[in-house]
């Protein structure tokens, strides 16, 4: 790699980032929380919805983002290490951020909009085969972003301390995010008629499509802007150790020589283990989060303004359980504090199974699948890096394999799921009704109770590993 920026006169560690280049940095992943929100929450019902595509079209066309962004994650992070000499200037990192920049500004907005060309006799699998090669570049995108912008975490830091710092500001602009898609998405229903001058009435269909259309552009305008911010006052520079490094901080730079190797965690059940269970957490998360828009829309019969209130209500909900998650985590420990928010999955789903029609409830519904997914989510990862502990070295292949699995696991239980949609048409029938109030209760409950399985292995095979010392293995 070419010579890069002083660390400066206090030696190794060089000096603290500044204000502006922490907030920087912060922003640089925007884009991509803005595309993710809208992605999760909305594909789903766009493609089904708004354009009538068939449910296994519309599963199809995301189990192919799926295994695309499963599979591009690795490569990118093999490949971003053979281009530190090209892009030593400006820095690889950079350099790969700029590029996944680029691929999801140009490829979202199409998804979210008509196919250009398309007529009313246009088949379903040209269309379908038009949203595919926009969907693989955007998830390709999205990809390099991530991994570029997460790299930079111990490039940057110059201690633990700020590594948790640097974290901690991401994930706010990740809340800013989804409240802004979220917020975005109601104003423009709410708007739509008014600006229009004539009833749409307040069920999803084609004259939507302006709505998707707009929110798309409004997403990669913003986030373009925000991107802009990150690439001028972010500097990447020469990789800076701390003197003293805590060997506990899953966010260290990784050692020079590897303790554990890929194949060894292979060998560890603890990595099944949680695995498993984190698997089952993103199921919970990303399944709920891509179906209540449809529950929504079809069994409930609630208006189109509640695909946007009700997952914001969610997010937020969700979001100040979160500052809990510290307090309980050390007075419960992982194993209850994630048996405490499986409970709550567990409460809605028996709501959503023994009530047909929750009315203003399903507010009270929102609160309780948001503050669960939190606790499960925040508990997984935490129990994550406890596995990983002091093996940093190899921490990347651990986090890759379990975000491949629950990347792939998330495309084919959607695909399953549209498999089995009742409707012969595109668009839904009366069977819709029970239908998708049995897919929530299902991948709340039914997942759930498969978590629950794998939560009660760790409660008797505690988190650890098995083997030997792996400094000892050959």
């Known amino acids: 790699m070419g010579p890069g920026p002083p660390a400066g006169p206090r030696g190794a560690a060089g000096p603290p980032l500044s204000a502006v280049a922490r907030l920087s940095f912060a922003v640089g992943h925007f884009l991509n929380d803005l595309s993710a929100a809208m992605w999760f929450a909305y594909l789903l019902l766009y493609l089904h919805a708004v354009r009538a ?101 111990p490039v940057l830091a110059t201690s633990d301390h700020e590594k948790v710092e640097l974290t ?12 802004a898609v979220f917020g975005a998405a109601w104003l423009l229903l709410h708007l739509q008629a008014p600006a229009r001058d004539v009833d749409v009435g307040d069920q999803l269909g084609a004259q939507d499509v302006p709505v998707f259309r707009n929110l798309a552009l409004l997403v990669v305008g913003v986030g373009a802007a925000f991107s802009l911010l990150f690439h001028l006052g972010t500097r990447e520079g020469r990789p800076r150790r701390a003197e003293e490094p805590d060997e506990r901080s899953p966010l260290l730079a990784p050692t020079a020589r590897p303790l554990l190797l890929w194949k060894h965690w292979l060998q560890e059940p603890a990595f099944y283990q949680v695995g498993v269970l984190y698997m089952s957490t993103r199921l919970i998360v990303n399944l709920s989060q891509t179906y209540v828009a449809m529950y929504l829309t ?19 909900s969700g979001f100040c359980s979160s500052f809990l998650m510290k307090p309980i985590n050390k007075y419960m420990g992982r194993n209850l504090t994630y048996f405490a928010g499986l409970l709550v999955i567990l409460a809605f789903a028996a709501w959503v199974a023994l009530v047909d029609a929750l009315g203003v409830a399903v507010y009270a519904a929102a609160v309780l699948l948001g503050a669960g997914s939190a606790t499960i989510l925040v508990t997984s990862l935490a129990m994550t890096a406890d596995l990983i502990g002091p093996h940093t070295d190899s921490g990347a292949f651990v986090y890759g394999a379990m975000s491949f699995s629950d990347k792939v696991a998330n495309g084919l239980a959607v695909m399953a799921v549209q ?44 988190i650890g590993l098995r083997t030997r010392d792996p400094g000892d293995r050959p």
């Open 53 to 153: 595509y068939s449910s296994r079209g519309a599963g199809a066309l995301l189990l192919l983002g799926q295994a695309a962004d499963g599979l591009c994650t690795p490569l990118v992070g093999c490949e971003a290490a053979r281009m530190r000499a090209r892009c030593a200037r400006y820095g690889p990192r950079r350099a790969w951020h700029l590029a996944g920049t680029i691929c999801v500004l140009l490829s979202f907005p199409f998804i979210f909009s008509p196919c250009l060309g398309c007529g009313e006799r246009t088949p379903e699998w040209v269309a379908l085969l038009y949203y595919a090669p926009f969907i693989v570049v955007f998830q390709f995108g999205w990809a390099a972003t991530q991994v570029a912008h997460l790299s930079l975490i």
């Open 419 to 462: 498999s089995l949609h009742p409707c012969p048409s595109e668009l839904c029938c009366a069977a819709c009704v029970g239908f998708y109030r049995w897919v929530m209760a299902a991948v709340t409950g039914g997942v759930g109770a498969a978590a629950a399985l794998a939560l009660c292995s760790l409660f008797v095979w505690p």
């Open 168 to 179: 901690a500001l991401r994930y706010a602009f990740t809340v800013v995010a989804n409240i």
């Open 298 to 316: 079809y069994s409930l019969h609630l208006p189109k303004k509640f695909i946007a209130t009700i997952p914001l209500v969610m997010y937020l």
